[in-house]
């Protein structure tokens, strides 16, 4: 199995950036399709960004397009997830998660796909 720690998040203004890091050790991230996921308060965790198992294909989630960049460096087994011009509603628990199962060119967007789970770093963005 793996294990998945988040590392980056933190208080900053609206329109501001932050960049999370998700270090994996354990089995290597080739093993699994890998993804963002956050959770606000009183709401259902949320599919941020993923990849399909090979890492050649990202998706993302329509409410950060075009602001958010996940990307990973195979390398160093961390997944990292770029976030600019950020809005108070992107405050939120944000997770990494690995789905073992997923074969397919496509990352799943279902928190329940997915495995293994690291423990969430708080973001928290002012207005």
């Known amino acids: 199995q793996v294990q998945l720690v988040e590392s980056g998040g933190g208080l900053v203004q609206a329109g501001g950036s932050l960049r999370l890091s998700c270090a994996a050790s354990g089995r290597t991230f080739s093993s699994y399709a890998l993804g963002w996921f956050r959770q606000a308060p009183g709401k259902e965790r949320e599919f941020v960004a993923g990849f399909s198992r090979s890492g050649t294909f990202t998706s993302y989630g329509d409410s950060v397009k075009g602001r958010f960049t996940a990307s990973l460096d195979n390398a160093k087994n961390t997944l990292y997830l770029q976030m600019n011009s950020l809005k108070p509603e992107d405050t939120a628990v944000y997770y990494c998660?690995?789905?073992?199962?997923?074969?397919?060119?496509?990352?799943?967007?279902?928190?329940?796909?997915?495995?293994?789970w690291g423990q969430g770093t708080q973001v928290t963005v002012s207005s």
């Open positions: 998660a690995a789905d073992r199962l997923n074969y397919g060119y496509r990352p799943r967007t279902e928190a329940n796909d997915y495995d293994y």
